[in-house]
């Protein structure tokens, strides 16, 4: 009888794992105390910060921009880059927080998507507004309907068309994604 292979255990638990921590990585991250390793913690602790963090996070980036459609590649960033990053002006004004600028590109190029995808839409503003929100910007649709100088009902219907393209197209890119990831062992 020959000795038990271990199987190697996936980096992330899920896709949705791996690409929130790739999308968020930080390059200023240091490691944890070496108490922080004994603890128990989460999967974070093994080793994923510094120059391992940084080669798994380009690992996982690399994989998204070799989806197919360049509008999946937008909406993983959408979906899973944060909105706000910290900001350390210092000025008296500032809340502590700007726009994450890779957060802004992908809401954009989504955007430009959504406006060739589907037609009879003709507010920009509007669509932005839609697609933000679809990615998690905190807005009702009175809101948006006042900002954008329309009633709620335009806002509502205009959600109607977009959401459900927005679903579809989401989850068509997470299913590329994680056929990607299983092929390299990164998730189960």
């Not at 009888?1 to 240091?30: C, I, W």
């Not at 839409?121 to 309907?145: C, D, M, P, Q």
């Amino acid at each position: 009888m020959g000795a038990a292979t271990e199987q190697e255990e996936p980096m992330f638990r899920d896709v949705y794992e791996a690409l929130k921590f790739a999308f968020n990585f930080s390059h200023g991250q240091v490691k944890k105390p070496l108490i922080a390793y004994f603890s128990g913690g989460s999967r974070r602790s093994r080793g994923l910060v510094g120059q391992d963090g940084a080669a798994q996070a380009g690992l996982i980036l690399a994989e998204v921009s070799k989806l197919p459609e360049k509008h999946s590649q937008y909406i993983l960033a959408a979906r899973f880059a944060k909105q706000f990053v910290e900001c350390n002006c210092c000025v008296v004004c500032c809340s502590g927080q700007k726009p994450n600028q890779v957060w802004v590109d992908a809401i954009s190029e989504v955007t430009d998507y959504v406006v060739c995808a589907l037609s009879g839409i003709s507010n920009y503003r509007l669509r932005r507004s839609l697609v933000e929100r679809y990615f998690g910007a905190k807005a009702t649709f009175s809101v948006i309907a006042e900002r954008n100088r329309v009633n709620r009902a335009t806002a509502s219907i205009q959600n109607e068309k977009i959401a459900p393209l927005l679903g579809k197209e989401e989850r068509r890119a997470m299913l590329h994604i994680a056929d990607a990831f299983h092929g390299l062992k990164l998730t189960a």
